[in-house]
């Protein structure tokens, strides 16, 4: 049988209500918190989340939504976020969505009725209705690697339209003038795509939207993208795939056509992930700074917790372009 506040009290040899003191953080003698602290070891108690909820008080609980565990990316914003969350002291339930945004509403409703304090919602979040109804509820919200213009909340992202630029400028020094681009629909990849599109423009090269290709996140469809502009008539001799994912199902479709990378084809991704350290070559990316994205999210939301803060903030943080030897000059004589 699960022990109760009353039997803390009784192995301690105090009065419940010095226990429920030293629950809540309230001053209490040293020696009587000693002898609480103790007897909640001994017994192995836990406090009650929902009685915690019940009484109004705060569950020290986070809802963290994320899109797709699956992407390296993400499950390692996961577990630095979870590592800042517990360093001030808050538990994280960590829900996967998949882009569904169903899903989504069915998961804040379920996290809800747990009474977590507050959501971090991570890239790739769709549904705006849910967020505009958590700010209603007066629930802190803050944003990871996303945001949301049209609501009002907090939100903590690297600047994607610049690493976008820097990537394909990258591409372009290196001699390159058809360069395609792989993404998907999240709002990151398409600012990823903007700035692709603004380096191009800026460096008065053609932007064929037939080298423009979207895609759902998954290596299959990837490489079947990349598969399709690597085969027709005048292909791209470099792609910048949105994420690290799609540019590792890239290296996979060059190969199928016998494609040496650099020499025949440069590739490029995004996000810096440990995919983009073991391929072969070693991938051409774009570093976000995750550690510092990560702590500052939590640390937001937090405040908004414990009412320190009403101010809405959008940090954008700035990437940093990490050239390894998937990248290469345009070759005076090409396969493709």
């Known amino acids: 049988m699960r022990p109760t506040i009353y039997d803390v009290a009784k192995e301690a040899g105090v009065s419940i209500a010095t226990v429920s003191y030293v629950l809540n953080n309230q001053k ?3 020696k009587s918190k000693e002898k609480v602290l103790k007897a909640m070891e001994k017994l192995n108690y836990k406090p009650s989340v929902l009685a915690s909820a019940l009484t109004g008080k705060r569950t020290t609980t986070i809802g963290f939504l994320l899109p797709d565990l699956a992407n390296p990316f993400v499950a390692e914003m996961a ?18 969505t998949d882009f569904n945004e169903e899903k989504e509403a069915r998961t804040i409703s379920l996290l809800k009725q747990k009474s977590v304090d507050g959501f971090i919602l991570a890239g790739g979040f769709k549904s705006v209705e849910v967020i505009r109804e958590l700010l209603q509820e007066q629930i802190p919200v803050v944003l990871l690697a996303e945001s949301h213009p049209s609501v009002s909340v907090s939100s903590v992202k690297v600047d994607d339209f610049a690493g976008g630029y820097e990537v394909t400028s990258h591409l372009i020094c290196l001699g390159h003038k058809k360069i395609a681009v792989i993404g998907e629909g999240a709002t990151s990849s398409q600012d990823r795509i903007r700035g692709y599109k603004q380096a191009m423009r800026d460096h008065g090269l053609e932007i064929g939207e037939d080298r423009i290709a979207l895609t759902d996140l998954s290596s299959e469809n990837g490489e079947h993208l990349a598969a399709e502009l690597l085969g027709v008539s005048d292909p791209p001799t470099a792609i910048f795939a949105c994420n690290d994912i799609l540019a590792i199902a890239t290296i996979f479709a060059a190969r199928e056509k016998e494609l040496s990378i650099p020499e025949d084809l440069s590739i490029a991704g995004f996000d810096n992930t440990l995919l983009s350290k073991s391929s072969d070559p070693p991938l051409t990316t774009v570093e976000q700074p995750i550690q510092d994205m990560c702590t500052q999210v939590v640390d937001l939301l937090i405040e908004e917790i414990e009412g320190k803060s009403k101010t809405k903030q959008r940090i954008v943080m700035l990437p940093q372009l990490i050239a390894r030897k998937s990248t290469g000059t345009y070759p005076s004589t090409n396969k493709v």
């Not at 577990?79 to 996967?96: H, K, M, P, Q, T």
């Open 28 to 30: 209490v003698g040293k």
């Open 79 to 96: 577990r630095r976020v979870e590592d800042r969350a517990l360093e001030r002291g808050f538990n994280l339930v960590i829900c996967s």
